[in-house]
């Protein structure tokens, strides 16, 4: 059985016809995700503001499909510049602790939505979970 999700508490509005994630079984398949505010609209910042709303979308989706940041083991990152690279990699080793780090692609896009500067999209899969 698949789940969409569609819409949730904390997701930002989309203007694009996709679901922010899709649910099958204990997989959650994330949709990229930007700098963007509950209302849809795109926030600019600095490389490392983007990457933390992207982040905390990323987050949001995850709650509102049942799954938490831990349970992610793929992350795709997209940048404009890899220039934002060092700030990222800082800010993924704080979401993700060591020994606990998703599996990961980084590369430079042309152009993003919104002319964004970084997109992040996912894979999260509830076994993963680390064992108590």
């Known amino acids: 059985m698949k789940k969409f999700i569609t819409e949730g508490e904390n997701l930002p509005a989309w203007l694009a016809p996709i679901s922010h994630a899709v649910v099958a079984g204990d997989t959650c398949y994330l949709s990229g995700q930007l ?19 992207a982040f905390q979308n990323v987050a949001h989706v995850l709650t509102a499909s049942g799954f938490m940041l831990q349970d992610m083991v793929f992350v795709d990152i997209a940048f404009i510049d890899l220039a934002d690279l060092p700030e990222v990699n800082a800010l993924f080793a704080e979401l993700f602790p060591e020994g606990r780090r998703p599996a990961r692609t980084i590369y430079q896009a042309a152009r993003l939505p919104y002319d964004a500067r970084i997109k992040v999209a996912g ?8 064992q108590a």
């Open 35 to 53: 700098a963007i505010g509950l209302d849809g609209k795109y926030v600019a910042g600095t490389g490392l503001e983007e990457a933390q709303r």
């Open 123 to 130: 894979t999260a899969v509830r076994a993963a979970r680390p």
